[in-house]
């Protein structure tokens, strides 16, 4: 049965970010730049020089110019120099056309209702005008049933002997 042996690898950034210590004799390999180190124990990735593996090769051709990248940010402002003397104010020119009027803009809210002032002084009351005629009078209205007679005194009762007259 063949047996396998992997070393350790990763692109050079992964390495520089996470800066292991490599084990005495521990290989690990750049698989961007297919450069080598070896550990010693001690010392971290960043601080390790690469293995010398063999004869480096002519340098190639250079290759063509990337694309320039983006701006970046303005510097701060320097502080601003003193002012100069104001110089002689020159002749005024001739007013400009003047500009179209705006849109007008969107009616405010109304405030609010002020405090109902007091009330006026009455003012002198008028004449009586004249009394009208006295209107017709009315039909008389039918005259209503008789009541039941009251019960008689208790004392006794009075007659009356005579003569009566209608």
């Given amino acids: 049965m063949p047996l396998l042996i992997q070393l350790r690898r990763g692109a050079a950034a992964l390495w ?9 004799g521990e290989q690990a390999f750049e698989t961007d730049t297919g450069k080598m180190k070896i ?3 001690t010392t971290a990735w960043t601080s390790l020089n690469y293995a010398d593996v063999g004869v480096a090769g002519a340098s190639g051709v250079t290759g063509v ?3 320039t990248g983006v701006t970046g940010p303005t510097g701060i402002s320097g502080v601003t120099g003193v002012t100069g003397v104001t110089g002689v104010t020159g002749v005024t020119g001739p007013t400009g056309i003047s500009g179209v009027t705006g849109v007008t803009g969107i009616t405010g809210v109304t405030g609010v209702t002020g405090v109902t002032g007091p009330t006026g002084i009455s003012g002198v009351t008028g004449i009586t005008g004249i009394t009208g005629v006295t209107g017709v009078t009315g039909v008389t209205g039918v005259t209503g049933v008789t009541g039941v007679t009251g019960p008689e005194p208790s004392f006794g009762k009075i007659y009356v002997v005579g003569t009566v007259f209608i």
């Fill in 16 to 24: 520089t970010s996470v800066n292991p210590t490599l084990a005495a």
């Fill in 65 to 67: 110019t990337g694309v």
């Fill in 39 to 41: 550990g010693d124990g």
